[in-house]
T-cell receptor, first 114, second 114 residues
Framework: SQTIHQWPATLVQPVGSPLSLECTVE??????LYWYRQAAGRGLQLLFY??????ISSEVPQNLSASRPQDRQFILSSKKLLLSDSGFYLC?????????????FGPGTRLTVL | AQSVTQLDSHVSVSEGTPVLLRCNYS??????LFWYVQHPNKGLQLLLK??????LVKGINGFEAEFKKSETSFHLTKPSAHMSDAAEYFC????????????FGDGTTLTVKP
């Protein structure tokens, strides 16, 4: 069966520090991968998605970047965190060859920037 | 462009009474529609999905939703609320495109009173 992992689960970082959040998927190959941010009391905002290794699409201009160095690994990064980067970050995957696109979500990372 | 509107940001019901969470979508093409549930500080779990098969869709935990094309709606219902149903619910629309990007509603917080 497929599983998706995210770490760390929680993170507290000072403003201006770097960030690296990691997401890995097991039990499938060539998945579509997604990073979302959920601000307090809000819905999910799609930040990045990837349809293959090295292929990253950015949905909104921001202080973050994403990379996909391996087929089932998706990394969210920042060189210098801002206060506004605080939120709940969710990674998700979907099967790439299905017409509909049910997404499977990881447990999330709670990021607090102080 | 696709969009999804959850008509109520908060819904409060008593345990044992019916639940109705409303969702309307707009699209130029036939969408796939999903309802997800999110408990505090957790990832999202799929409740049910509509992918152009039967218009009445049954999901987990006794939830169901009916796709009404004429009304562009996909409301979520449950005959009898349980305390464990208290959570955030998201309606999601996805198109059958490459990468299958999804658009999330802003969410509805369901409170269940004893």
């Amino acid at each position: 069966s497929q599983t998706i992992h995210q770490w760390p689960a929680t993170l507290v970082q000072p403003v201006g520090s770097p960030l690296s959040l990691e997401c890995t998927v097991e039990g499938t190959s060539n998945p579509n991968l997604y990073w979302y941010r959920q601000a307090a009391g809000r819905g999910l905002q799609l930040l990045f998605y990837s349809v293959g290794i090295g292929q990253i699409s950015s949905e909104v201009p921001q202080n973050l970047s994403a990379s996909r160095p391996q087929d089932r690994q998706f990394i969210l990064s920042s060189k210098k965190l801002l206060l506004s980067d605080s939120g709940f970050y969710l990674c998700a995957w979907s099967v790439s060859d299905r017409a509909y696109n049910e997404q499977f979500f990881g447990p999330g990372t709670r990021l607090t920037v102080l | 462009a696709q969009s999804v509107t959850q008509l109520d940001s908060h819904v409060s019901v008593s345990e044992g009474t019916p639940v109705l969470l409303r969702c309307n979508y707009s699209s130029s093409y036939s969408p796939s529609l999903f309802w997800y549930v999110q408990h505090p500080n957790k990832g999202l779990q799929l409740l049910l999905k509509y992918t152009s098969a039967a218009t009445l869709v049954k999901g987990i935990n006794g939830f169901e939703a009916e796709f009404k094309k004429s009304e562009t709606s996909f409301h979520l219902t449950k005959p009898s609320a349980h305390m464990s149903d208290a959570a955030e619910y998201f309606c999601v629309v996805t198109f059958n495109t490459n990468a299958g990007k999804s658009t999330f509603g802003d969410g509805t917080t369901l409170t269940v009173k004893p």
